[in-house]
């Protein structure tokens, strides 16, 4: 059996002649960058979450960098996120010179800790330091939504800007509502193993504020003005092509339909997987809905861990951990002068974290194997 950890092929079986259609169209009108298609999908797109606006992008990674420009972000501005997240939440804050401010994470959600934000910010507000409290990024990690509820009113009597880091939640609900529509912008990725992907790199940044929109729509072409030629900010290229806009176009059809099937692959594990012990299944806060990008479980120890991969690997079932070193550990942030134990959830949960292959065309039967390899 080749069990892979996320199975492209068979939902390309399921939309090939649109995808088809899609590109051909594009290599006929020979727009192939800013064509029809970005602005369809756009407005697709924002319709589906409910918000006003969309602005197509490269990737997740330049969402985030759009966003903080937007924000004027820069150097002596603290950046609150979690250190329980993929290297592009806090590089976008770093790249614009600005000083990611790591805030421990919530031990079952596995998203910021309300309570920590609410202190980091203090400690920056109060102390002497050159730091000035300018924004929060949240991240909704392996599809869940975090806790919004306590997020927004702390970063708005901040006067902090909220970024939704929905890389891997798009599609995921917050009390009824769709995450991209939480914070003043959400910012997406369409990389090819997120809940909506393309077929190469791809993102998209949403906002209910048309000055955000237009701001966004600015930097995502070099700081336009009127035309493209009137630069009256600094900018990046961070435009999504059409060919891939095209794709999401195919794939966006399906989309409602495989959040269903992801629901129902994670709603199976959980059952199959209740009650093994040690093992903690995904928590989901209620009232919120996750799209399950990863399907994520908490082993004993790092031993344990160790151990239950093994397994599965010998069953020849791919395994992966995220995210093995967090973000504050990491060389990069070095500078930052973090040390082993400052965020002590986010370090425990790390070392005891894996996840099981996950995807919306998962069969049960492979669900069945993969569990009873677990309780062996
Ligand atoms: C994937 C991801 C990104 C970056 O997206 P790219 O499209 O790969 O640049 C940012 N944040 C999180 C949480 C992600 O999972």
Same mark, same amino acid.
């Given at each position: 059996?080749?069990?892979?950890?996320?199975?492209?092929?068979?939902?390309?079986?399921?939309?090939?002649?649109?995808?088809?259609?899609?590109?051909?169209?594009?290599?006929?009108?020979?727009?192939?960058?800013?064509?029809?298609?970005?602005?369809?999908?756009?407005?697709?797109?924002?319709?589906?979450?409910?918000?006003?606006?969309?602005?197509?992008?490269?990737?997740?990674?330049?969402?985030?960098?759009?966003?903080?420009?937007?924000?004027?972000?820069?150097?002596?501005?603290?950046?609150?996120?979690?250190?329980?997240?993929?290297?592009?939440?806090?590089? *976008? #804050?770093? =790249?614009? @010179?600005?000083?990611?401010?790591?805030?421990? /994470?919530? !031990?079952?959600?596995? %998203?910021?800790?309300?309570?920590?934000?609410?202190?980091?910010?203090?400690?920056?507000?109060?102390?002497?330091?050159?730091?000035?409290?300018?924004?929060?990024? *949240? #991240?909704? =990690?392996? @599809?869940?939504?975090?806790?919004?509820?306590? /997020?927004? !009113?702390?970063?708005? %009597?901040?006067?902090?800007?909220?970024?939704?880091?929905?890389?891997?939640?798009?599609?995921?609900?917050?009390?009824?509502?769709?995450?991209?529509?939480?914070?003043?912008?959400?910012?997406?990725?369409?990389?090819?193993?997120?809940?909506?992907?393309?077929?190469?790199?791809?993102?998209?940044?949403?906002?209910?504020?048309?000055?955000?929109?237009?701001?966004?729509?600015?930097?995502?072409?070099?700081?336009?003005?009127?035309?493209?030629?009137?630069?009256?900010?600094?900018?990046?290229?961070?435009?999504?092509?059409?060919?891939?806009?095209?794709?999401?176009?195919?794939?966006?059809?399906?989309?409602?339909?495989?959040?269903?099937?992801?629901?129902?692959?994670?709603?199976?594990?959980?059952?199959?997987?209740?009650?093994?012990?040690?093992?903690?299944?995904?928590?989901?806060?209620?009232?919120?809905?996750?799209?399950?990008?990863?399907?994520?479980?908490?082993?004993?120890?790092?031993?344990?861990?160790?151990?239950?991969?093994?397994?599965?690997?010998?069953?020849?079932?791919?395994?992966?951990?995220?995210?093995?070193?967090?973000?504050?550990?990491?060389?990069?942030?070095?500078?930052?002068?973090?040390?082993?134990?400052?965020?002590?959830?986010?370090?425990?949960?790390?070392?005891?974290?894996?996840?099981?292959?996950?995807?919306?065309?998962?069969?049960?039967?492979?669900?069945?194997?993969?569990?009873?390899?677990?309780?062996?």
């Amino acid at each position: 059996m080749n069990i892979p950890f996320i199975d492209l092929k068979t939902q390309y079986k399921e939309i090939k002649d649109e995808v088809q259609k899609g590109i051909d169209n594009v290599l006929e009108h020979g727009a192939y960058i800013m064509g029809p298609e970005i602005t369809e999908l756009e407005e697709k797109l924002a319709d589906f979450c409910g918000v006003r606006h969309g602005v197509g992008c490269g990737s997740g990674t330049d969402a985030l960098l759009m966003a903080l420009m937007a924000f004027g972000v820069g150097p002596g501005d603290a950046i609150f996120t979690t250190p329980f997240t993929f290297m592009a939440t806090a590089e *976008a #804050v770093a =790249l614009l @010179g600005a000083t990611p401010v790591f805030v421990d /994470i919530d !031990p079952k959600t596995y %998203n910021m800790d309300p309570e920590d934000l609410r202190r980091k910010i203090a400690e920056v507000s109060d102390r002497r330091s050159e730091l000035k409290p300018k924004g929060v990024i *949240a #991240v909704d =990690l392996f @599809g869940q939504p975090a806790d919004y509820d306590r /997020i927004a !009113p702390l970063s708005k %009597n901040h006067g902090l800007f909220l970024v939704v880091d929905a890389a891997q939640s798009f599609g995921a609900t917050y009390k009824g509502r769709s995450v991209c529509s939480v914070g003043d912008i959400a910012c997406t990725s369409f990389f090819p193993a997120k809940p909506l992907g393309c077929y190469g790199d791809g993102g998209m940044c949403f906002t209910n504020e048309p000055e955000l929109d237009k701001l966004l729509r600015s930097v995502r072409i070099h700081g336009m003005g009127d035309n493209k030629y009137e630069n009256v900010r600094l900018g990046i290229n961070g435009r999504l092509d059409s060919i891939q806009a095209a794709v999401l176009l195919a794939k966006f059809a399906i989309f409602p339909g495989e959040i269903e099937k992801r629901q129902a692959v994670a709603d199976r594990y959980n059952e199959l997987l209740a009650g093994v012990a040690d093992l903690t299944t995904p928590y989901v806060e209620e009232g919120n809905t996750s799209v399950w990008a990863q399907y994520s479980l908490l082993a004993r120890d790092a031993e344990h861990r160790e151990e239950c991969m093994a397994k599965l690997s010998e069953a020849g079932i791919p395994t992966a951990i995220y995210y093995p070193k967090p973000l504050h550990l990491q060389k990069a942030f070095a500078d930052l002068g973090y040390a082993v134990g400052d965020l002590p959830v986010c370090e425990g949960i790390g070392a005891r974290i894996f996840s099981l292959p996950m995807h919306p065309y998962l069969e049960v039967e492979v669900q069945e194997h993969i569990a009873s390899v677990l309780k062996g």
